[in-house]
């Protein structure tokens, strides 16, 4: 959830990008940030484990920040340019930055949430949407299609390709389906910062941008509307929503760049077993 506030700043950006300000990764440096992307699956199955009809969201968050700090961790994102919380949670039409409030959720909901831990110096980041009791078939698919097209980029992101195969894997993948790819927000380095040199948009032509090189640790997020790509800012100053006010989904990976697979440092492991333990929870392939 990188803003990218220009988007015209974004695409020259993402065009004239030097490699001086990539910090590639020890393996050492790798593997601490597999640590801090394993608590943030941990805070994912601990969201999982009580998400239900009625439940306040920000409720999910103050379990999400316990058991970040019960582990010697610090929630990544609170704090962060101003961010108030410990987790983004858009219900719906929300697209990314959504604060924890009062809202109770409803069956039918679609809840992205978006999680990052800071320990030993370095980030993880992680994101999933949940299906709160029965969602509408549509909206399934919505989910389904924006999870796939998360691994057909990830599939991309070994060395030799470039920043612009794994964008063109995301965008292809899912206009297939007509849905559509937020331009605004992209995904991101990862490692002593949240949000690293380079942007990893999910648009975008294939063989263009930064080359990948082995150690590269990078966010690969998808965000996806079911209808227009047009999002706007909510009056709270913070949260995105479609201007259509259609569904979108938000699935993301902290991963690093190696030679013949990249190496996914998140995990849906541990929420996915939260879910099928969680009545109230419908997964989606
Ligand atoms: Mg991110
Ligand atoms: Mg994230």
Known sequence: MFDSTE????????????TKNIYYKTDDEVELIRHSCHLVGKAHAAVAAIMRPGLQTQRLDEIAEQCIRDNNAVPGFKGYDGFPATLCISVNEQVVHGLPSTYELREGDVVSVDCGVIANGF????????????????????????????YKAIEKAIVG???????????????????????ELVGHGVGRSLHEEPQVPNYGQRGKGVKLLDGLVI?????????RKEVKKAADDWTIVTADG????????????RKQKADI??????????????PELIDIP
């Open 7 to 18: 988007l015209t700043t974004c695409f020259r950006k993402i065009h004239t990008l030097s």
């Open 123 to 150: 980030y993880g980041d992680s994101a999933y949407t949940y299906c709160i009791g029965e969602v509408k078939e549509e909206t399934r698919k919505l989910l389904s299609v924006t999870k796939k097209s998360l």
């Open 161 to 183: 390709n470039r920043i612009g195969d794994i964008s063109f894997a995301v965008q292809q993948y899912v206009e297939q389906y007509r849905y559509s790819v937020v331009r």
């Open 219 to 227: 966010a690969i997020e998808p965000m996806i509307n079911m209808g």
């Open 246 to 257: 259609k569904p979108s989904a938000h699935f993301e990976h902290t991963i690093v760049v």
């Open 265 to 278: 440092l998140s995990t849906f492991e541990y929420l996915q077993e939260a879910i099928k333990n969680n």
